[in-house]
């Protein structure tokens, strides 16, 4: 158990649709990612937060929206579904201070836009 | 360019036997740290190693081995005496520009798909 919690673990919805992926880093940890994995893109950074402040952005759709909350918790906004949004939605955490730091991964939300 | 290249899609391994999944890297920036991770079937993602730019030795841990070859730009991961649970993908994965006040994203390869026979 990596100690990030990422919920719900499988949302299926149809196209045109919202949803909202959340994620509860491991306990200290001030840094939240969000990555998107599919088949063909494989890995994809997608947005970087850092104690509240967006720090990085990467191939992130302007139909896609984060947030990290005071509580550090934080959620992604995905909205104006499309069938190749399904992906496997992962959030990490780190303590967000050294260099060497690894990432730790939770489960991943597995997003299916039918 | 792709930053990070993983060359082989699927390596196949009889157990017992030890095999190396290839990773090269493109940067400019002096400071950066390469990542090894590893997603068996089940979807989560486990850290397995890291190695600092400026790390004089190779890493080691357990079974995982980094054999970092910085002037070619590569950081292969070794793992001895595979074992059937091995059988996972491999993403080898870098940071860049770390400094403080710089971001932490990490950056990954499509990864290897490692099938360990017994």
């Known amino acids: 158990d990596s100690g990030v919690t990422q919920t719900p673990k499988h949302l299926i919805t149809a196209t045109g649709q919202r949803v909202t992926l959340r994620c509860s880093p491991r306990?200290?940890?001030?840094?939240v990612y969000w990555y998107q994995q599919s088949l063909d893109q494989g890995l994809q950074f997608l947005i970087q937060?850092?104690?509240?402040?967006?720090?990085a952005k990467g191939n992130i759709l302007e139909r896609f929206s984060a947030q990290q909350f005071p509580d550090l918790h934080s959620e992604l906004n995905l909205s104006s579904l499309e069938l190749g949004d399904s992906a496997l939605y992962f959030c990490a955490s780190s303590p967000g201070g050294t260099s060497n730091e690894k990432l730790f991964f939770g489960s991943g939300t597995q997003l299916s836009v039918l | 360019a792709q930053k990070i290249t993983q060359t082989q899609p699927g390596m196949f391994v009889q157990e017992k036997e030890a095999v190396t999944l290839d990773c090269t890297y493109d940067t400019s920036d002096q400071s950066y740290g390469l990542f090894w991770y590893k997603q068996p079937s089940s979807g989560e993602m486990i850290f397995l190693i890291y190695?600092?730019?400026?790390?004089?030795q190779n890493a080691t841990e357990g079974r995982y081995s980094l054999n970092f070859q910085k002037a070619r730009k590569s950081a292969n991961l070794v793992i001895s005496a595979s074992q059937l649970g091995d059988s996972a993908m491999y993403f080898c994965?870098?940071?860049?520009?770390?400094?403080?006040?710089?971001?932490?994203?990490?950056?990954f390869g499509k990864g290897t798909l490692l099938t360990v026979n017994p």
């Open positions: 306990s200290g940890d001030l840094s």
């Open positions: 937060y850092y104690n509240g402040e967006e720090r």
């Open positions: 190695q600092g730019s400026y790390d004089e």
């Open positions: 994965a870098m940071r860049e520009g770390v400094t403080p006040g710089s971001n932490y994203k990490l950056t």
